[in-house]
């Protein structure tokens, strides 16, 4: 079985956000499991993040997601497949 998992870093999570969260509603029949992971804690909420996703579908289908994310200021989206 071949995992395919891929790696958004959000740096400017308060403004790019949203405009990655369209995108992986545009492809959401294509993500089997999202996780999404920043730092937090009482005194501090940190404006980077990463979402990790795996992903299912046609190799073209998911580089266009993958195109389409690392066309976002602030973004850089990879897939690994294990």
């Known amino acids: ?3 395919k998992v891929v ?8 403004t790019e956000a ?3 969260q ?3 509603t545009d492809f959401g029949c294509n993500i089997k499991v999202r996780l ?3 730092e937090v804690s009482k005194e501090f909420c940190a404006n980077d993040g ?4 795996e992903v299912e579908g046609e190799a073209a289908l998911l580089k266009q997601m993958i195109d389409k994310l690392n066309a ?3 973004v ?7």
């Open 72 to 74: 976002i200021n602030y």
């Open 36 to 38: 999404g992971l920043h």
């Open 1 to 3: 079985m071949i995992y």
């Open 18 to 20: 949203t405009r990655v």
């Open 50 to 53: 990463l979402v990790v996703l």
């Open 7 to 14: 790696l958004i870093k959000i740096d400017h999570r308060a």
């Open 22 to 24: 369209g995108i992986l």
């Open 76 to 82: 850089n989206a990879q897939m690994i497949e294990m």
